[in-house]
């Protein structure tokens, strides 16, 4: 996050608290830290949950949140919402490089932020990114990355219907040169992530 942001001091304080620190900058992308910002001082509470291994989450979701009283007080408050992030989803991804640099726990922390601060939506039907994918490409183009092609996974050629219980599917990214357009893959096992039996097998981070 400080590499795509670029704010060496990002973090965390002792109450858990997200700090975006100096506002001295190093590279790294506008938008995002557009995107940090109003997370921080927007209206709603986000919490960061480590859902790794879980069956129902792949890389990453948003659930709703609720407060446990039931007070008038906590009819005040503000909604809260819940980031899961599979942390060891994402250590079972491989592939180019150009990809995996613009695949990671960041990217998809960033992806699930936007869902929650700007109510975007992902691509219920194949063929586009939707409006949170297009934001988060500005950002890996500004950070002069490979950005992402599809919001929908496909399986590898082969994979799908072989008798071998790995199912490989892979997610495309694509980088512009002024002499060509280069294609890099990013590939991992469905059966151990999961996401097979989302709608219309819909890749990873939603």
């Not at 129902?56 to 005040?76: I, Q, S």
Request: glycine residues 10%; hydrophobic residues 40%; aromatic residues 8%.
């Amino acid at each position: 996050m400080r590499a795509i942001t670029g704010w060496p001091d990002l973090g965390f304080d002792q109450d858990g608290a997200l700090r975006l620190g100096r506002t001295e900058t190093s590279g790294g992308s506008q938008t995002a830290r557009n995107l940090l910002s109003k997370a921080v001082a927007g209206g709603n509470v986000i919490v960061i949950e480590d859902a790794s291994n879980r069956a129902d989450v792949a890389f990453g979701r948003v659930v709703e949140g609720r407060w446990t009283r039931t007070d008038d007080a906590v009819k005040r408050k503000p909604p809260v919402y819940i980031i899961l992030i599979d942390f060891a989803d994402f250590t079972h991804v491989m592939g180019d490089r150009a990809a995996l640099v613009a695949f990671n726990v960041g990217w998809g922390l960033l992806h699930e932020i936007d869902h929650v601060v700007h109510d975007s939506v992902d691509p219920v039907r194949e063929g586009g990114l939707g409006e949170c994918e297009d934001l988060i490409n500005r950002m890996r183009r500004e950070c002069g990355l490979a950005e992402r092609a599809e919001y929908h996974f496909t399986f590898v050629p082969g994979s799908n219907g072989s008798a071998y219980m790995t199912k490989l599917v892979r997610l495309a990214f694509e980088q512009r040169t002024p002499e060509m357009k280069k294609r890099y893959w990013v590939v991992w096992d469905a059966n151990l992530v999961g996401g097979l039996d989302e709608h219309n097998q819909v890749a990873a981070v939603r």
